[in-house]
C-alpha cells in the first residue's frame, strides 16, 4: 500500500498560564472550546479556523481567553464527557482517587465567564486508587468513566447510575495501561504493562451493574515500550460490534470472537508504523488517527470497501502526551511532552491530492500594461452616428505595443 509522499511538520505553540507548563498538563476538547489544563489552572481557548473554509487539514492558530479557571486541587488530567456534560479527573493526596464535577458544562456556547470555578457543592468522589492515577478516560457515546492507575486493575464508574466497578481479575504484578468501554456499554476492555488484552462483560441486574471477565490474551510484546509513561496501549471498539482494534504493535491488532466464542487477535500488515502504535483515534467510523510515540510520527487512514489506506501522514520533533478530538469543529488537538500545543483543522476524510484536486483552479489573464491615455479619440470621430473605422494592418508579431502605437498615429496624421 503505498502512503503520502509528504510528511507533514506539526505547528506547536505554547499555552500561556502564566507559569510554566509541566507535565502536570493534559488538553480535552467540549463541544466547541479547547481546554488546556496545567496543574491546577485551566485555560480555555477558542480555535480559529481558516477564513477560505479549506477542506485541506491545516495547523490553525487558537485565541487564549485571559480568564484562567480554578480547580480543586492540582492534576494532571481532566477529561469532559459528551454524553453527560460533566467533567473528571484525579485529585486527592497525590492524586489517587477520581473526582466528577456534577456542574453542567459552564463553557458552552458562544462566550465564557469571566472568571469560573468549581464550588465544592459540584464535586463527588467517583473512583479511589491505592496507587497515582495515571489516566483518565471518557466513554463518547456512554455515562461510563474509565480511570488507571499504576494499580493492576482499572476501574469505570458510570455517572448516571453513580455506581464504581473494579476490572478484575486484573493484570497480576504489572499496572492496567488503558482500556475502552463499546458503544452500547456491554463490554469493557482494559491493556496493562504484561502486554495483556483483558475483555468483560458489563451486566444489568436488579442491584445495579456487574462485571465478569470473558477473556485474556497476550496481544504485545514490547514490555520496553509499555513501560514508557507516554505509551498509551489504547485500544478502540468498533460501533455497535464485538471488535476492537488494538495497539502494542508496529501493526494495527483486529480483537474478537471466532467460532468457538473465544477471543483472538490478528494483525493487519496495511495499517502499521515502523515503530510500535501507542496510540489509538477514532475520527469517524471509516478514518482512524494512530500514533507511534518512539516513531514520533501520527498517521490518518480511511477505511473503505477496497480496504484502507493512509491519506496523511504528520510528525514532531518531540514525544506527544495527549491527543483530543472534536466533531464539532473537525479538529485534532495535540499536547507535547513540553506543554505546547498543535491545533490540526479540516475534512480528515479526503486525502492532500483529493483537496488540491477539489480546490477550484486560478485563472489569470496576462496581459502586457500600457497607460490608455497615450491614446487620443478624435474629437470629429466621437460625433458620428455610425463611424466607420481606419484599419490599419500591422505585422505586429515582433513589435512592441509602442511600436504599434506609433504606426497608428502616423496613419492619422496622414488622414487630417
Known sequence: MQEPTNTIDLQFQPVHLGKTVKNGSDICFTEDKLLCLNGGDLKICHQQPPSDAAQALKCTPYSQDKSITSLPSASSQLVYSRSTGQFAMPTGDSNKAVT??????????????????????????AMKFKSTVTRVLACPDNA???????????????????????CSPGHPGHSAKGGQINTEGQYVASTGTDGRLN???????????????????????????????????????LPNSETLLVSGNEQLGFVSKDENEQWQLSLEDSVSHSKPISSLLAISEAILLTYSVEEKTAKIWRF???????????????????????????????????????????????????????????VTDEFEEFDIADFEMPEDLSQEQNPKPDVVRVDDTQKSVEEIHDVQMAHEEQSV
Open 100 to 125: 466528577m464535577f456534577g456542574v453542567k458544562n459552564p463553557f458552552k456556547g458562544p462566550g465564557v465567564p469571566s472568571e469560573a470555578s468549581f464550588g465544592p457543592q459540584d464535586q463527588y468522589l
Open 144 to 166: 461510563w468513566i474509565l480511570a488507571f492507575s499504576n494499580d493492576e486493575c482499572a476501574q469505570i464508574y458510570n455517572s448516571e447510575q453513580k455506581a464504581t466497578l473494579t
Open 199 to 237: 475483555v468483560y462483560k458489563i451486566s444489568q441486574g436488579a442491584d445495579g451493574p456487574t462485571l465478569k471477565q470473558e477473556g485474556s490474551l497476550a496481544v504485545s510484546t514490547r514490555t520496553s515500550s509499555l513501560a514508557n509513561p507516554f505509551f498509551d496501549f489504547s485500544i478502540h471498539w
Open 304 to 362: 473503505g470497501e477496497e480496504g484502507c489506506e493512509c491519506i496523511w501522514r504528520f510528525r514532531h520533533h518531540t514525544e506527544i502526551r495527549s491527543i483530543a478530538y472534536s466533531e464539532q469543529t473537525s479538529s485534532v488537538a495535540f499536547l507535547d511532552i513540553k506543554g505546547e500545543v498543535s491545533v490540526l483543522h479540516g475534512d480528515f476524510s479526503k486525502s492532500e491530492v483529493e483537496v488540491e484536486a477539489l480546490m477550484p483552479t486560478k
